[in-house]
């Protein structure tokens, strides 16, 4: 992003495509000079013609490219999954805050996502697992409707490689499916953790979000304010001027998209947060 | 900042120096139009002005923020895109404005300085850039509409800021209250034309102002109350759903509004050449805060408009941008057909916490 120049899209070539799951692929592009950003963190990816969507990268800091993980769901969307390796992508940003990290260093880390909403999660999470001896106990606990919508399924045996604990659920089973059934919160039951020194990262769709927050925060023990989610929201603009991301007086562009717990449950007496 | 410096100018020799300016850069003043409607217009001559009006149909804030502007083009060039952003910023003055919608410009520059934000890093470069080539000469209210309400809502009368000259109508002679240093720059340069004003002419304007105040017609927006209300967000849902019910979603308001400044965003043209513009949005219409996929946060008209409501009126955006957001000219009201007006929200937020029946919902929230 030239200085000043707010809105003007640095261009970049799609250097791989990688379908995930049916209307999911992820996007590698080269990291333009000087790009640094935070787990946590997304991007306004333009496609001429088309229109400009909020992304949230995929790909944690240290990583050498940038992945982008992204649902053809719209029109926008629909017309960047067209593309092929080679054709170029517009980026603005890295935009919004980011995921606490360095304030978390010793903790054990619960990571709750649903959907796609893992895709966000992926760039904390592969940022503590370069850095794992920072970190205690790492659990992910990850839902989706079908087992054919996993996300990342290929990464799993990876993970757990390097330390974590996964949980997985489906909404709907299907006749190979041997494990858990239901959202994401029945999980919590099957999980034995030290709430006083857990944190929980929460990405998925709103609905979700609002439960396991709920959860998390009566059953599971956890403090409030170590409860932090990304929520959703249109960012038309992403640099807090068009006003479309708008929650009560939060700019979710400028202010968030990363909030805790309690900055929400106030979002919640003026406007709908989830 | 306080008015720095006070001038008198004859009013032959005001039309001289609007000539001048005219001559210069593009001059915008109020213009009568077909019909009787004053509007601001690109003025080349300046027997065309009148000021033979209250206020304006719309604001001038087209001239800031235009209701359609592109701000980059693209073109395929073999395999590469060439793109440019565009920023038009002519030097332009505007003569005529009324002190709320000063008021209303200054609001939505400290929103598109990033100054809200505390990050002036993200100003918007089109509008700074023309706002910064932006000189206000505004024309102080001595007969407010029966549809004025600024004086409850510190958008005028008259203002001790945020204009570059200031003018008051004193019969034989304009005050020149100069504001800034873009005004006393204008003044020092066409000092022919001015005259150093008088004690007793300074005393005329704060006697016209305090007169003035007693004009004022039938919509009080005393706005404390319902700041209180709706900051504590304890309006019973009742009062957004018959609101709500009423409004039939034209956006007229926010169109109208002098502080209201969202937009969306398209492209326009195909994969190859184009250009992408902004264009005005409203928050009532129903696709605005939609997200991909289709789920709507803000699905009903009653929830969009307590969104509106809590921008313009809640503690959370007065500590952030200074004032609350409404200036009182009234356009609201002109233009609201299921009569949800802003001085009649306010009204009505106010006297359902009178009404028994919410006295208890709301003590149980």
């Not at chain 1, 799993?156 to 997985?168: S, T």
């Amino acid at each position: 992003m030239k200085q000043g120049l707010i809105f003007l899209p640095t261009l970049l070539k799609v250097k791989e495509i990688k379908p995930e799951i049916p209307a999911v692929a992820t996007f590698r592009l080269p990291k333009p000079d000087g790009f640094i950003h935070k787990a946590g963190q997304f991007l306004e990816v333009s496609l001429f013609g088309k229109g400009e969507v909020p992304i949230s990268i995929s790909s944690p800091p240290s990583y050498e490219d940038i992945l982008l993980t992204i649902r053809s769901t719209g029109y926008v969307t629909s017309a960047i999954h067209s593309l092929k390796e080679g054709d170029a992508l517009g980026i603005r940003g890295p935009l919004g805050n980011s995921f606490p990290y360095e304030e978390y260093k010793g903790w054990d880390i619960l990571f709750v996502g649903g959907g796609i909403g893992l895709a966000p999660l992926r760039s904390l999470l592969w940022e503590m697992l370069y850095h794992r001896e920072d970190f205690g106990r790492i659990i992910l606990l990850y839902g989706a409707r079908t087992p054919a919508d996993l996300l990342y399924p290929w990464q799993y045996e990876e993970y757990e490689k390097r330390g974590v604990e996964i949980l997985l659920t489906v909404d709907r089973g299907d006749e190979k499916w041997r494990g858990n059934v239901g959202v994401v919160t029945t999980l919590f039951e099957k999980i034995k953790i030290e709430p006083e020194r857990t944190v929980a990262y929460v990405c998925g769709p709103g609905i979700m979000i609002r439960f396991a927050m709920r959860d998390l925060v009566e059953k599971m023990g956890i403090a409030p304010s170590n409860c932090i989610a990304t929520l959703e929201r249109h960012m038309k603009c992403g640099v807090g001027k068009c006003g479309h991301c708008v929650i009560a007086e939060k700019y979710v562009c400028i202010d968030g998209p990363v909030f805790r717990y309690p900055e929400i449950k106030m979002l919640e007496r003026y406007d709908d947060p989830w | 900042m306080a008015i720095l410096a006070y001038r008198k100018i004859r009013k032959e020799n005001l039309m001289e120096l609007l000539q001048k300016i005219a001559s210069e850069e593009e001059l915008i003043a109020p213009v009568e139009m077909f019909g009787g409607e004053a509007l601001f217009q690109p003025v080349k001559d300046v027997r065309d002005i009148t000021f033979n009006y209250v206020n304006t149909l719309f604001p001038p804030k087209q001239f800031l923020l235009p209701r359609f502007e592109k701000i980059l083009t693209y073109k395929k060039e073999g395999e590469e895109f060439k793109v440019e952003e565009i920023i038009e910023a002519p030097r332009r003055t505007i003569f005529g404005i009324r002190p709320c919608d000063v008021e209303g410009i200054r609001y939505t520059e400290h929103f598109y300085s990033g100054k809200m934000f505390n990050r002036e890093d993200l100003a918007d470069p089109h509008f700074m850039a023309r706002r910064n080539n932006l000189t206000i000469i505004s024309v102080a209210c001595l007969n407010p509409a029966p549809t004025c309400f600024c004086v409850c809502c510190d958008g005028g009368p008259f203002l001790e800021k945020g204009f570059d000259l200031q003018l008051t109508d004193l019969e034989e002679v304009w005050l020149c209250e100069v504001g800034s240093q873009k005004g006393m720059a204008l003044v020092e340069r066409f000092s022919p034309l001015f005259e150093e004003a008088e004690e007793k002419e300074i005393q005329r304007r704060k006697k016209l102002e305090e007169e003035v105040l007693e004009r004022f017609g039938p919509y009080p927006a005393f706005s404390g109350a319902t700041l209180r209300n709706i900051t504590r967000g304890d309006i019973p849902r009742q009062v957004w759903e018959s609101l709500g019910e009423r409004c039939i979603v034209c956006g007229g308001w926010q169109f109208l509004c002098p502080l209201c400044f969202c937009y969306t965003v398209v492209d326009i043209g195909n994969e190859e050449e184009g250009y992408r513009a902004r264009v005005w949005d409203s928050c009532h219409y129903e696709g605005y805060s939609r997200l991909a996929g289709g789920p709507n946060p803000r699905k009903g008209r009653d929830r969009r408009r307590e969104r509106c409501i809590f921008h313009k009126f809640s503690w959370q955006y007065v500590e952030r941008m200074g004032r609350h957001g409404c200036v009182g000219c009234g356009r609201c009201v002109i233009t609201c057909m299921g009569y949800v007006h802003m001085p009649q929200t306010v009204w009505e937020i106010r006297s359902a916490f009178r009404e028994e029946k919410y006295k208890k919902e709301a003590k149980v929230r």
